[in-house]
């Protein structure tokens, strides 16, 4: 069963960046959709951003221009590349597959 391992969250001011990656292991990774979702105190987790094994990707309007979801499946490795970042970019951030959550990897942006 694959196993979702989150990395790369923090405490970042406003207008600076962070890059979550995700590590994927015991499973057909390239062979899935992957995606980050995430849940912010007192309100419910939302889509953030996907990217099917052929690289075509979605985003949360309020975050695109600014956030970029990447994968190398060589690495079973999903990415999420967070730029210009805002106080209400802060979120618990979880990676997702089909079949599986990871944990979550907290970000906070200060103002």
């Known amino acids: 069963q694959v196993q979702l391992v989150e990395s790369g969250g923090g405490l970042v001011q406003a207008g600076g960046s962070l890059r979550l990656s995700c590590a994927a292991e015991?499973?057909?990774?390239?062979?899935?959709?992957m995606g980050w979702y995430r849940q912010a105190p007192g309100k419910q987790r939302e889509l953030v951003a996907t990217?099917?094994?052929?690289?075509?990707?979605t985003y949360l309007n309020s975050v695109k221009g600014r956030f970029t979801i990447s994968r190398d499946n060589a690495k079973n490795t999903v990415y999420l590349q967070m730029n210009s970042l805002k106080p209400e970019d802060t979120a618990v951030y979880y990676c997702?597959?089909?079949?599986?959550w990871g944990r979550g990897t907290q970000v906070t942006v200060s103002s």
């Open positions: 997702w597959s089909p079949t599986n």
């Open positions: 015991g499973g057909i990774f390239s062979f899935v959709a």
């Open positions: 990217i099917t094994r052929g690289g075509t990707t």
